[in-house]
Nanobody, 123 residues
Framework: QVQLVESGGGLVQTGGSLRLSCAASGYTYSSYSMGWFRQAPGKEREAVASISRGGAVTYYTNSVKGRFTISRDNAKSTLYLQMNSLKPEDTAVYYC????????????????WGQGTQVTVSS
């Protein structure tokens, strides 16, 4: 069965860095675009970044541009999110997701979801 397992979350101070990973299995990883989403308490889930099947095209929400980098290793079926210069407003549960759409950004366009990893940025 399809599995997406996130790791790398934790507690970090403002200005710090974290690298999230998402290990995929149970489907043809390279045939799906991938995305990172986050959901803070009391807020809707939002798209953070997306990456095309081959990794050449990326999308970032405005609030993380220049600070976060999404990447993928199709040989390892793994998705990454490098997060630098973290801010308290980045605190959320971060989810990875897979989409059959070429470069999806809408939650509804994603077929598979992980369970999430908590990122907490202290001020």
């Amino acid at each position: 069965q399809v599995q997406l397992v996130e790791s790398g979350g934790g507690l970090v101070q403002t200005g710090g860095s974290l690298r999230l990973s998402c290990a995929a299995s149970g489907y043809t990883y390279s045939s799906y675009s991938m995305g990172w989403f986050r959901q803070a308490p009391g807020k809707e889930r939002e798209a953070v970044a997306s990456i095309s099947r081959g990794g050449a095209v990326t999308y970032y929400t405005n609030s993380v541009k220049g600070r976060f980098t999404i990447s993928r290793d199709n040989a390892k079926s793994t998705l990454y999110l490098q997060m630098n210069s973290l801010k308290p407003e980045d605190t959320a549960v971060y989810y990875c997701a897979a989409s059959e759409v070429a470069l999806a950004t809408l939650t509804s366009r994603f077929n598979y979801w992980g369970q999430g990893t908590q990122v907490t940025v202290s001020s």
